[in-house]
Structures are given as C-alpha cells and as structure tokens.
C-alpha cells in the first residue's frame, strides 16, 4: 500500500495504494441433462426427464445456492428415483439446478450426500417444508401438475479465508516504482514469482497479463485462499494513469476463464463508496456470481484512509437489496490502529457507520525495529481480543509479515512506510499464525478471515509465492489453510 501521513503512529495512505445432471429412474431410465444457459447470470438449468409427456405429472427442482465450483450430490426418493451432480459457478460443465419433470403424485425425499468439509445451514422448498439438516433432507407430498423447488445452502465448515490484492505489479507509475524499489540485490528474495531480472540487473514485474493472472488464481487455489480482497481506485480513469493501472489486476482477474476457483471482493475507502459513480460500479460487480458471500451475503470492506458514513452504506445496502444481491456484509477496515484508543475508535466508528464488523488492512507495532515476527502475530491477536471485548463482530486479519525497508532504502515516489519492521516469519511460525487466525474466527462465529497480504512484496506481507522458491512457506500456508477444511 502506498503511504504518506501518520496518525495515531500509524502510516496511512493517500495516493495508489473476484454439469449436466445424471441419474437413472427406478426402472433404470437414464435421465437426460439438458443444459440452459442464461448467459446474464451465468446461472446452468439442467432438465433431467423421466416418464412421458402427461399434462398431470408433477415437477420437482432442486437447485444449490453455494457460490462454490464444489460438486454436490443429490438424490431423489419416492414413486420414482434420480440422482444429480450439481455445483454453483460460472463453469457451463455442470448445472446449479436440475428440474425432474413427469413425476406421479405421493411422496419425494431430496438428500444431499455428505461433503466433508462442508455443512448444510439451510434448505427449503417453495411449498413451505424445511429440510431436516441433520439428515440432510427435505421431503415434499407432490399432487397432480404440483411445481416445487427446494434450494440447499452449503457452507464451509470453516471461515473463508481471503487474502489482500494490491496489485501495484504492471505496466504503469506505480509498477516502475516498485520494480525500482526491490532492485537491489538486497532484496530481489522477494521478487514475485512472474518477476525477471535481466543480465545488467533490471527488474520487470509485470502481472497485467492474461497468463500471470489465471497462474495467480491456481497458485492461490492450491494453498486455500477462498477469495481475493482487491483494493478499489477510482474505475473510471484513462488509462496509464495511476488509479487504471491499480485495477487492472482485478480487470484480468474478472476476464479469466479459471476466476471461479477463488472468490473475490473489494476493499474500498470510504470517499470512493460516498461517489455514486464508483458505488454503482461496485454493485455492478457485486451480481458477479464470483463475488464472496457469508451467509448468502456479499462480503465487503469499507474504510482505510477514509472512514464510510452511514448515508453511504445504507445507501449499498439498500441498492443491493433492490438488484436482488441480498443485505452486504459490510466490514469497517483500518490501518493500523493496533492500541487500546485505536480500537476503540475503530468500533465506535464502525457502530456509527452502520458496519456489521471491524477488521485491518494491516497491524503493527509502530515502534518496533526489527522485532521477532511472533510480536507481530501476538500484535494482531490482541487486536481482535480488544475488538471482540467490546462487543463487536471482528473478522480478523492475520500479518503475514511487516517489513517495508526496501521502500526506506528506495522510496517510491509516494514516499516509504516508516521504519518500524518485523523479521520474516519461518514457515512455522506463518503457518501457525494463519491456523490461529481460522481457529479464532470460527470460535468467535466470524464467517471470514482476512490476511494481509497476498502481494504486498516490497512492503513485507505476502502469501503468493518469489521469484527464488521457498517450498517450506508454501507448505506451512497449504498445511494451515486446507488442513482445516
């Protein structure tokens, strides 16, 4: 992130800174998927027929309501029998709905198989039945021409885990300066892994591509990242300019064909969510299928260097109940703000902007100087400690590191972030930080975590993994993150 003032000892920013059902019948008639696409939603109806065309028969849906690319399976009981695959993406391979048509009145069970690693927290169908959840079942009576849908809702049974995108790394003023930043041979360990440093010893780092993006998605897939925290600037600027340049990674994340395999939101201040243009393009967004949501509800954050007023966000929460995408989570998110007072005005500031939790883009110790990265974990821990005491939701964030000293070595033009830093994590040490950040979570019922960072290279927080490979690291993430699955 990109800094200049200081309040409260911390820096704060100013410039730059998401299959065709199969079954059988019980006389053993395979059902037919036929897949509908309705390319606006990006949303697979699959038809599955058993029986003739009788005006009288009956008509059973099921859908999923995950926003997960995961497989589902479900099977139909009763005068007749199926089965279905279904998953909720945008991939065309398999559909989130299945609709059984020629069925004969009497009595139907759904039951949707066991999936480790998830729960099953709703199911309803459209006549008024609630589903048994222990059983994993709803049971309808269907009458003659009867049209019912019952819609599941999985769950991770863990917190999702998402971690911060500032992708400074392109083809622009704030990419230049970052490659210039992390040149020195002192610090070219931390070079992305997409990084090139050529034979005089210039550094390109350039992630604006299709290929560096779909590679960024399956890296962060394989070690459990869940969603991506994209830092919002303005969308509407030429392009080459500062505030373009910093969207294009979520502009090439959004064009990959492979997008489904990590969620994705935004960060986003709160003078940009008071501008009706910019908050209109971010619920534009939010339809995306790919958006994260908790509970059914999109995930954002608010906040950083300017704090969101209640006008504001009631005016998201109310634009996006009316396009249908449901009541925002929405996360009041500071830098910094690690102390006792700090805290405290972050809740108080979150209690009058009408957020329903607190978290960080980034904690630290403002003093420290060269301090053993567990201070920095145990920083962040009492941080959602304090939060939590006083009675509010807090999705906690895990550091990941904190060291911006090549930034002090070679200032970018937006100047450096301080000189307070911490010593790199071992892999155990990141491992265990991000396993307590999930256990955290999951005691204290907060659907999400958010890590700091995914790319914050030269600042000294990142998950994604350099241009010189430390498969231990990678390792202790993967261990920490699908290990709780």
Known sequence: MTERAETDGVRRPTGPRTGRPTGRGAAGVVLVGVALVALAGLVVTGVGQAG??????????????????????????????HDAVLDDDNDRTRPRSVTFTGLGPGRYSVTQARAPGWDLVDATC???????????????????????TCTFRP????????????????????????????????????????????????????????TVAAEEIDRAARLGIDYFAFL?????RAVGSEDEGMMRGLRYYRASPNRDRVKYTVVVDGDRLADPG???????????????????????????????????????????????????????????????????????????????AVSWYSIAVPSAQGGPYPLLAGTARDAWDRAARLGTPVVPTAMSGWDPRPRVAQ??????????WFRA??????????????????TAGAPAVLVYAWNEYDEGGWLAP????????????????IGRR
């Open 52 to 81: 003739g065309a009788d005006r009288d028969a009956a008509m059973l849906t099921v859908t999923v309501d995950a926003n997960d690319r995961h497989d589902f399976r479900y099977s139909v009981s009763g005068p007749a029998r």
């Open 126 to 148: 459209d006549d008024g039945v609630s589903a048994d959840l222990a059983t994993r079942t709803a049971t309808v009576r269907l009458g003659r021409r009867d049209r019912v």
């Open 155 to 210: 769950a991770l049974e863990r917190p999702l885990v998402g971690a911060i995108r500032w992708d400074a790394w392109h083809d622009g003023p704030v990419g230049r300066a970052v490659e210039y930043t992390l040149a020195s041979p002192e610090w070219r360990s931390r070079l992305p892994w997409f990084a090139e440093v050529s034979p005089t010893g210039a550094v390109r780092a350039r992630a604006d591509a299709p």
């Open 232 to 236: 919002w600037y303005d969308s509407d």
């Open 278 to 356: 910019e908050r209109a393009t971010i619920l534009r967004d939010m339809r995306d299928p790919n958006w994260v949501t908790v509970a059914g509800r999109p995930l954002i954050f608010v906040g950083l260097w300017a704090d969101p007023a209640r006008t504001d966000v009631e005016a998201l929460r109310a634009a996006s109940r009316a396009q249908g995408t449901g009541d925002p989570y929405v996360v009041q998110t500071v830098i910094g703000a690690s102390s006792p007072s700090g805290i405290q005005r972050t809740v108080r500031t979150a209690e009058s902007a009408g957020a329903d």
């Open 411 to 420: 200032p970018p033009f937006w100047g450096d972030s301080g000189r307070s």
């Open 425 to 442: 994590p071992t892999p155990a040490e990141l491992g265990r930080h991000l396993g307590e950040a999930v256990d955290w979570a999951a």
């Open 466 to 481: 350099t241009l010189v490979p430390d498969p231990a690291r990678q390792d202790a993430i993967r261990d920490a993150l």
